[in-house]
């Protein structure tokens, strides 16, 4: 059974070692390192500065990290930008109707599962009709 690598399983353990396994501390032993290096290049000098992105340039020549690398040295540490929240309702059509007749966004959930837990929106599984 669940064989697939589609498996909730399957993916559930694969998210465990990425957040919890050797993947996740060599992850965070480079974020480290990284971000060592480009603290070491902001609390240099300007002129300093202007010498690291050169070699940096020269070393590989990519227009875009010089600009980010740019970017990054002139922004101020201490500003925070706020983080836009994707997840939960997106306020669809279908609840602002609901809304507008005085009902709730969703409608509650009825009855239970074979589990005694709360049933799902659709039913899964075989279908109660034979054809």
């Known amino acids: ?50 010498e690291i992105l050169e070699d940096a340039d020269n070393a590989e020549g990519d227009e875009k990290l010089k600009e980010e690398m740019a970017d990054t040295m002139d922004a101020d540490k201490t500003s925070k930008s706020t983080k836009i929240n994707t997840h939960g309702p997106r306020n669809s059509r279908r609840e602002q109707w609901r809304l507008s007749k005085g009902m709730s966004a969703r409608p509650e959930r009825k009855g239970m599962n074979s589990q ?15 054809r």
């Open 116 to 130: 005694g837990t709360a049933s799902a929106r659709r039913n899964a599984g075989r279908p109660k009709r034979r």
């Open 1 to 50: 059974m669940a064989k697939s690598l589609r498996s909730k399983v399957k993916r559930a353990f694969r998210a465990k070692k990425r957040e919890d396994g050797v993947y996740a501390a060599t992850h965070a032993a480079r974020l480290q390192r990284l971000h060592a290096k480009i603290d070491a290049i902001v609390a240099a000098p300007k002129p300093i500065r202007d």
